[in-house]
């Protein structure tokens, strides 16, 4: 037992720095995010302890910020639950695209999809485990840490809320900025050119077409569009899995040979 205990020991040293180091860009930016959406909640005349709350039992950045609207309009909870799914709605996608990642999870699976958020995504899909580092383990940790930053922001952010008066203006605009600097590294980690302009045509037709339901349209039509490059961009990649396939293999047979020398 205490050989067992030993050892999942030593596997979570690895696990929880390889994690926190591919988590520093969403520790930047939740952590000011955070500290935004507490301030702007004590702004709008809402108890402190609500913030820290919503951030362990929703955590959801763009919904948190748009519940403090609806609550200050007397929006009732059905109306506020059916536009925070209606807003979340890109979640659906970005399960489908971790099924093979997230079959093998087992106690892991349902926090993992709790805790899939837009940065948490950009992460999962693109930051590799290290090596002999277990990768459920690894998506868990990265997701815990992505909301343990996020509930340390809205926690502070509340606290100093309420205990002075500042100036929130502006401040939701962390949110888009992080969004940026995840896009950079997004776009530094899939170097295939087909999903940005899927991303930035379905974002022009939905802005003409429907301002109001932009997000939902400029999904559902990035989303059609990537479906129908499936086949082409698979045939592209092809070679390339094919001589990284090589490469492994050729890499395994000089290990082994290595060790029958010895």
């Known amino acids: 037992m205490q050989g067992k205990h030993s050892r999942v020991s030593r596997e979570w040293r690895l696990v929880l720095p390889a994690a926190f180091r591919a988590s520093i860009p969403v520790l930047l930016g939740y952590t000011t995010l955070g500290l935004a959406f507490g301030l702007t909640l004590v702004a709008a005349g809402l108890p402190w302890w609500l913030s820290p709350v919503m951030a362990v039992f929703i955590f959801a950045g763009a919904a948190q910020f748009m519940a403090i609207g609806l609550m200050q309009s007397g929006a009732g909870l059905f109306e506020i639950a059916l536009l925070t799914l209606l807003m979340n709605g890109r979640h659906a996608v970005y399960g489908l695209s971790l099924l093979g990642p997230f079959r ?15 940065e948490t995504y950009g992460l999962l899909t693109t930051v590799k485990p290290p090596a002999n580092v277990d990768e459920t383990k690894f998506f868990g940790a990265i997701t815990a840490l992505n909301q343990s930053y996020w509930v340390l922001g809205c926690t502070v952010g509340s606290i100093i809320g309420s205990a ?14 992080l969004f940026i600097v995840l896009l ?3 776009i530094r980690a899939v170097r295939r050119f087909e999903p940005y302009l899927a991303a930035v045509f379905a974002c022009i ?3 003409f077409v ?5 997000l939902l349209l400029s999904l559902a039509l990035a989303t059609g569009v990537l479906a129908l490059l499936r086949g082409k961009i698979e045939q592209r990649d092809k070679p390339r899995r ?7 293999e050729s890499a395994g047979v000089r290990r082994t040979d290595r060790g029958g020398e010895t």
């Open 184 to 186: 950079v590294e997004q």
């Open 205 to 207: 037709v939905a802005l």
């Open 164 to 177: 002075l008066s500042l100036d929130t203006t502006g401040l939701d605009f962390a949110l888009t900025a």
């Open 242 to 248: 094919d001589e990284d396939g090589d490469a492994q």
């Open 104 to 118: 093998d999870a087992g106690k892991w699976k349902p926090y993992l999809i709790f805790g899939l958020t837009d």
């Open 210 to 214: 429907s301002p109001r339901n932009f």
